[in-house]
């Protein structure tokens, strides 16, 4: 299995970004799949999900602000990032999660300037 995350960089606050992740070795179209980050000194939070059915879920901080979406046939995952906020700044970890397994890809760094 391959997860290979891109379009993370340093952008000012208010700008956007973004991430695309391609996956390889497993059967995408009906894995949940999604986008997790981690700051410095935190935990791994959950950024937005969507299932296989494609509904979505999406935390607190960033409705409004991400648009998460997939395209089964590319077997890819975006992140649409807007109005990036410094507390956005983290490593973005693409995830898939098939038949109660977890699978990480190596993360995209995001830097946002105040």
């Known amino acids: 299995v391959q997860l290979q995350a891109s379009g993370g960089g340093l952008v000012q606050a208010g700008g956007s970004l973004r991430l695309s992740c391609a996956a390889a070795g497993l059967a995408f179209s009906d894995s949940s799949v999604g986008w997790y980050r981690q700051a410095p000194g935190k935990q791994r939070e959950m950024v937005a999900i969507i299932t296989g059915s494609s509904g979505t879920n999406y935390a607190d901080s960033v409705k409004g602000r991400f648009t998460i979406s997939r395209d089964n046939a590319k077997r890819t995952l975006s992140l649409q990032m807007n109005n990036l906020k410094p507390e956005d700044a983290a490593v973005y970890y693409c995830?898939?999660?098939?038949?109660?397994?977890?699978?990480w890809g190596k993360g995209t760094l995001v830097t946002v300037s105040s």
């Open positions: 995830h898939v999660k098939r038949w109660g397994v977890n699978y």
